[in-house]
């Protein structure tokens, strides 16, 4: 392991930074509260991403649209709360950022100032320059991300591949280099051809998060619920199960459920005198 990265060493840019350089590769969730931020922490995770998926699998949304600045500073509060060495980053949600410099601005403030989160995630490339100058200017960490932007769905029209085109794939790499020299601190890459990840990661010397982008990021990231297995219907190719929690909670609620209405829960070790 990296000395830049030992167990107990708090995660931050400039670590980043360093694993970057030293070859090693940046592991990261994503995480909506309190106890599966400590549990993630307590596993050495070297990143959790409070992200806008939390529209998804925490309020039950077809997409990442609907959730508020509001709704991901009580996420991130949790979170923060439960993280002794992890950086923690926020997703910027849809609407408060990518038409208004401004406003860009004031919610990456609440953000930071409300949650005690260490850094912000912004979607898009050129579109979005001038948020993430102001954001940059004012201190505040910026990740950013290119490829499948779920906060684009509509505009994109599917969750397909990404950059398969050569005049996407350009795109991509150009809005890449943008973003690095606006002074992002990394780059989420989603679901792009493994190759084209490989190319971009070569060029940029900050680490590139990969979901769906194969081996050759400098770091991966899949949203927790999916990785342990508490989604049952969502099944990309790039996800893999470590966990099948679904089959695992359901088979323990039914048990208990059974318990209780035979009278096999409490027991008398488990009453009191």
């Known amino acids: 392991m990296s000395v830049h990265a030992k167990p107990d060493d708090k995660i931050t840019t400039e670590t980043f930074r360093r694993m970057k350089e030293e070859g090693e590769k940046v592991s990261m969730l994503t995480a909506y509260d309190f106890t599966t931020a400590r549990i993630l922490d307590a596993a050495k995770i070297d990143a959790i991403l409070v992200g806008d998926s939390a529209s998804n ?86 990740m950013g991300h290119l490829g499948l932007t779920p906060q684009s769905i509509y505009q994109l029209g599917s969750y397909k591949l990404r950059a398969k085109e050569e005049s996407e794939a350009q795109k991509l790499k150009s809005d890449a280099l943008l973003l690095e020299s606006l002074g992002c601190f990394s780059i989420v890459l989603e679901k792009i051809p493994t190759l084209l990840a490989k190319e971009v990661s070569g060029v940029l010397s900050i680490p590139t998060i990969g979901i769906g982008a194969g081996v050759y990021c400098d770091g991966q990231v899949l949203v927790y619920q999916d990785m342990v297995g508490m989604n049952k219907d969502f099944s990309p190719k790039f996800l893999r199960r470590y966990l099948n929690l679904y089959t695992e909670i359901t088979s323990a609620v039914e048990q208990y459920v059974e318990d209780v209405k035979n009278l096999r829960f409490p027991n008398e070790s488990e009453s009191y005198g």
């Open 57 to 142: 699998v925490m309020a039950g949304h077809q997409t990442t649209l609907p959730v508020t600045l509001e709704q991901m500073i009580y996420h991130a509060q949790g979170v923060v709360r439960g993280v002794d060495r992890a950086m923690v980053i926020v997703d910027l949600p849809f609407g408060y950022y990518r038409s208004d410099p401004k406003k860009a601005l004031d919610s990456a403030v609440r953000i930071m100032k409300e949650s005690g989160a260490h850094a912000v995630k912004l979607e898009g490339g050129v579109e979005i320059k001038e948020s993430v100058v102001r954001i940059v200017n004012a201190g505040i960490p910026v």
